[in-house]
């Protein structure tokens, strides 16, 4: 019988200003004042690092040479601002359940 809860995340591989890579797992994403983010965690790697403390990455996307890609928020009103948006749809959404 197959699982019929069976969870599979939507990863993003992400490369750094000093061009390491690293995998991230999709939480959630919005558009918020017209302008569109994606909150994400690190992969998980192993059993024992799905128990670990992880810090959140909240992503915005800009155009950069024609492209879309992902960049972190250097204003810190901005981040405060998404960072409280996407606390309160998690909070929502922790009341729906």
């Known amino acids: 019988m ?7 995340p939507e990863l993003f591989e992400l490369v750094d200003d000093d ?8 939480i959630d994403a919005s558009e918020y004042e017209g302008e569109q983010y994606f909150v994400m965690v690190p992969a998980a790697e192993d059993e024992d690092y799905l128990y670990s403390d992880c810090d959140i990455v909240i992503l915005k996307v800009v155009e950069e040479d024609g492209e ?9 009103d901005e981040f405060d601002a998404v960072s409280a948006y996407f606390l309160e749809r998690l909070e929502e ?3 729906d359940n």
């Open 93 to 95: 959404s922790a009341e």
């Open 2 to 8: 197959s699982e019929m809860n069976e969870y599979t």
């Open 19 to 26: 061009g390491n890579k690293r995998n991230f797992e999709l």
């Open 68 to 76: 879309e890609i992902l960049a972190t928020i250097d204003d810190d």
